[in-house]
């Protein structure tokens, strides 16, 4: 089976960094997701890792450490349109499912 | 590429009635999945295909729920029976491979069982 944890609440201010933390347990691992979804709204895709590392997108990066079953969403020069649950999911077991975590509902203040 | 559609977005129905969902993917795409969600919680699996074919069913779809996708392109969700604790978020989502870039989902479809 799979297990996420990441942590229910965060709250940050205006134009800081944020780093939301997630940590699994797969019976396989093929790539790590992170979704933002705004309340009321689908899910959105943010970012993928397969390999160990950093990956950078514009205001967002998201690290993967396979041997730790850890990775984070970082977020940068938080506006306040980034409140959001953001959700961390791990496609793994052999299937191609993806498997979320309860998500982070981030709260941006002024 | 018009997404993934939903239909339809919100539906309230009576405990016991037989409801159902379409789900028309992102047309290059092959593969479609089922989700729940309920309030705070993440979106829980419930089954995908490949195509036509149904590849995988979650526990949790229980004999009251079928899925069919006919011919490979749009997907009905049918609930029989409603409960209570059917009340969710229905999500749809479609993907083109098994590696890359997770799912595009759609805006889901609402459910209230009263």
């Known amino acids: 089976g799979q297990n996420i944890d990441q942590p229910t609440e965060m709250t940050a201010t205006e134009g800081a960094i944020v780093q939301i933390n997630c940590t699994y347990q797969t019976s396989g691992f093929n790539g790590l997701f992170w979704y933002q979804q705004h309340a009321g709204e689908a899910p959105t895709f943010l970012s993928y890792?397969?390999?160990?590392g950093l990956e950078e997108k514009g205001r967002f990066s998201s690290f993967l450490s396979r041997s730790k079953g850890y990775s984070y969403l970082l977020l940068k020069e938080l506006q306040m349109k980034d409140s959001a649950s953001y959700l961390c999911?791990?496609?793994?077991?052999?299937?191609?499912?993806?498997?979320f975590g309860t998500g982070t509902q981030l709260k941006v203040e002024l | 590429d018009t997404g993934v559609s939903q239909n339809p977005r919100h539906k309230i129905t009576k405990r016991g009635q037989n409801v159902t969902f379409r789900c028309d993917p992102i047309?290059?795409?092959?593969?479609l999945y089922w989700y729940r969600q309920t309030l705070g919680q993440g979106p829980e699996f419930l089954t995908y295909?490949?195509?036509?074919?149904?590849?995988?069913k979650s526990r949790l779809l229980s004999d009251r729920f079928s899925a069919e996708r006919p011919k490979g392109s749009f997907s009905t969700l049918e609930i029989q029976r409603t409960e209570q604790g059917d009340s969710a978020m229905y999500l749809c989502a479609s993907s083109a491979t098994d590696r890359g870039y997770g799912y595009t989902f759609g805006s889901g479809t609402r459910l209230t069982v009263v």
């Open positions: 047309s290059e795409h092959n593969r």
């Open positions: 890792n397969v390999l160990d």
């Open positions: 999911a791990v496609r793994g077991g052999g299937g191609n499912k993806l498997t």
């Open positions: 295909f490949q195509n036509e074919a149904q590849l995988e």
